[in-house]
């Protein structure tokens, strides 16, 4: 069955450290992944996706297939980066679909 | 933002009441998409539509319904409201299936 855990439910750093959301899904076909984020009062938006392998506010993802990972990393946090971070699979049979993970709360501390 | 709005933004109402949420476009996007967010959930896919009056089943549909009558609007219905159905419900567009979802501001549902 597709899966996408977030075993992180709230990750606490101070500014400055490096930071890394987890995310592994299960996923028999092909994967396409993203990483959505939504700051306070704010819609929930795409931060990135692995297809792109940009670069945005300093966040980027490497897809592992071995691992079957797909972790967000941040060599120095900054406190706007302090929001809701979810993880989201792209699963194909009869359409497209987005399977979420259960989101992590990053907190920046100054 | 404002080219996808939900009504209402709040609302509470009773057990084995009616609600009808409304999702509005002007993105001319062919797909939308009803989102529950639920602590420790995160957001699961109630319906979604392909296109005007082509909506299909998501992970957790049951006790809730779909229209989609015209490109812009996406009806979300739930015909006998009960406590479990106490969520935040978010609204997306996207213009196909694999790209990325754009979201509304979300309607913030209590059911007593």
Redesign the interface.
């Known amino acids: 069955a597709q899966r996408v855990t977030q075993p992180e439910k709230l990750l606490s750093v101070f500014k400055g450290a490096p930071v890394e959301l987890k995310c592994n899904y299960s996923y028999s076909g092909s994967p396409e992944l993203f990483w959505y984020v939504q700051y306070s009062r704010q819609r929930l938006q795409l931060l990135l996706r692995h297809i792109s392998r940009e670069s945005i506010k300093g966040f980027t993802a490497d897809l592992n297939k071995g691992e079957t990972s797909f972790h967000l990393k941040k060599p120095f946090a900054q406190e706007e980066d302090s929001a809701m971070y979810y993880c989201a699979l792209m699963v194909v049979d009869s359409s497209y679909k987005l399977i979420f993970g259960s989101g992590t709360r990053l907190l920046v501390r100054p | 933002?404002a080219g996808i709005t939900q009504s209402p933004r709040h609302k509470v109402t009773e057990t084995g009441t009616p609600v009808t949420l409304r999702c509005h476009q002007t993105e001319n996007h062919r797909?939308m998409?009803w989102?529950r967010q639920d602590p420790?959930?995160?957001?699961?896919?109630i319906h979604?539509s392909?296109g005007v009056k082509d909506t299909?089943k998501?992970?957790v549909s049951d006790g809730y319904s779909v229209s989609r009558s015209k490109t812009e609007d996406f009806l979300l219905t739930l015909e006998s409201a009960t406590s479990s159905q106490t969520s935040v419900y978010?609204c997306?567009t996207g213009t196909?299936?694999?790209d990325?979802?754009?979201?509304?501001?979300?309607t913030r549902l209590t059911v007593l």
């Open positions: 933002d797909y998409y989102y420790g959930h995160g957001l699961r896919l979604y392909y299909d998501g992970e978010f997306a196909s299936g694999v990325e979802q754009f979201f509304g501001p979300g």
